[in-house]
């Protein structure tokens, strides 16, 4: 329990985020009340309520949180002298995947609980739109890297799939010890079918040749598919919001 000192408005509400860290990780988000943080922080019920009506809200700032520290660490390779590209995007990707900081395991509990809960669905499309317009604020978008924006949308998502996989797993050390080959994944996946890379790496975005095969034969419909059947161009795209495409 947290000792009840005076505080101003600002370090009060800090200091209620940190004991709902504590108690988010412990015994899980959608296991917590208002009641175990009241009692965590050692407020009186109003007084605690006097700067927080619920746990959606406190985990809305705790998320907040964690794009301000993001964010922090992404200015400061520019300020080392760094530019935004491709390889650097990749490179911080991969840096947050395996990032051990205290807010993580909350942001696995709202990956976890979001599925179950609505409101919590909504609070993370809100927070997402949030990130991306700090990104778009500071140049990082689709758009200004010559990416396709559903490539910034598998990246997202690869992102997040490590992230929650290595929790639940208790694969932390794996990710971490893996962390080059992680971003060599997400340059991968953010170079795909990138119309400045085709010319520098056939590999990326490349057509089937429907003229011939390396024998000189013809290629019939079913050798132009792969193992999984073709699916190039059959995936509908995806409405999650980010940098270069809007959400409606």
Known sequence: MTRNKRLSFDERKQAIKHAAIRIFVEQGFENTTMEDLVKETGLSKGGFYHYYKNTTDILHDIMLDGIAYRN???????????????????????????????????????????????????????????????????????????VKPSNFELMAFFVNAIILSASVLNEHKLVQDNQALIKQLLLNILKQGNAHTLDEDNSYGAQPNNEGNSHGTARTSDEGSNQFGSMQGSVPASSTSLPGKERS
């Open 72 to 146: 922090t660490i992404m200015m400061k390779s520019i300020e080392d002298g760094k530019q935004w590209s491709i390889d650097l995007l990749a490179d911080e990707m991969a840096r947050k995947v395996v990032d051990s900081n205290a807010l993580m395991p909350v942001y696995v509990e709202l990956l976890l609980a979001k599925k179950r809960n609505p409101q919590l669905e909504q609070l993370y499309r809100q927070l997402e739109h949030t990130a991306f317009d700090t990104f778009r604020a500071h140049n990082i978008d689709a758009e200004t890297l010559s």
